[in-house]
């Protein structure tokens, strides 16, 4: 089944599923029943912002757990069409555009309210493709980037640091409240 997933758009998303895979990060896969294909896949992680030290911080006080100054995240973690399926539905005259929205509003969303029912979370956080296309969909979705956080709704966002920001390289990171989340989902229940 993996071996029929692509994306040549972005390489080691493909290679996860379909050759690294083990088992520590458990990935959502999106199928198509009728035509026995994988539609694409998501994973999501807990993590966390750190609102970084200010410089002036009281040495003695630089061990303890300042919880302040932590912001717990869901992370989207790997979010990928398989281009297979994609070329399917060209083939067949389907129309392909918004497959990553929709599969956004009618599993991802629905999993974060679920899971803010159990978990303490503010954000749903992601690294994008540094793509204009790839970042536009997102922002279409509510996501946000530090640049467009006008409002400072994350705190002091230049002062913010995503923990696993080092593997993202080129990406963009962006960022939704879970309170959005949940009023999106509501609305369309």
């Known amino acids: 089944m993996m071996s029929l997933f ?3 758009r972005l390489p080691a998303l493909e290679n996860f599923i379909a050759k690294d895979y083990n088992g520590r990060i458990k990935p959502y896969i999106i199928w198509d029943n009728e035509n026995q294909i994988i539609v694409g896949y998501f994973t999501l992680i807990t993590t966390c ?4 030290m200010n410089e002036e911080t009281n040495p003695e006080h630089i061990q303890e757990k300042d919880v302040e ?3 717990p995240c869901v992370e989207l973690e790997h979010f990928a069409l398989n281009d297979i399926y994609l070329r399917w539905l060209e083939e067949h005259q389907y129309n ?3 497959i990553g929205n929709f599969i956004y509003n009618k599993y991802i969303a629905d999993i974060i309210a679920s899971l ?3 978990i303490n979370f503010t954000y749903l956080i992601l690294h ?8 536009d969909s997102y922002k279409r979705m509510g996501f946000e980037t530090i640049e467009d956080d006008a ?5 002091v966002l230049s002062d913010v640091k995503a923990l696993h920001s080092e593997y993202a390289g080129d990406c963009k990171f962006m960022f939704k409240d879970v309170e959005t989340i949940l009023r999106e989902v509501e609305r369309s229940d």
């Open 6 to 8: 692509e994306c040549k």
């Open 49 to 52: 912002m750190i609102v970084k």
């Open 69 to 71: 100054k932590i912001i």
């Open 96 to 98: 392909n555009k918004g």
């Open 116 to 118: 803010s029912a159990e």
């Open 128 to 135: 994008a493709f540094n793509d204009s296309k790839v970042i």
């Open 151 to 155: 409002e400072s709704i994350v705190p």
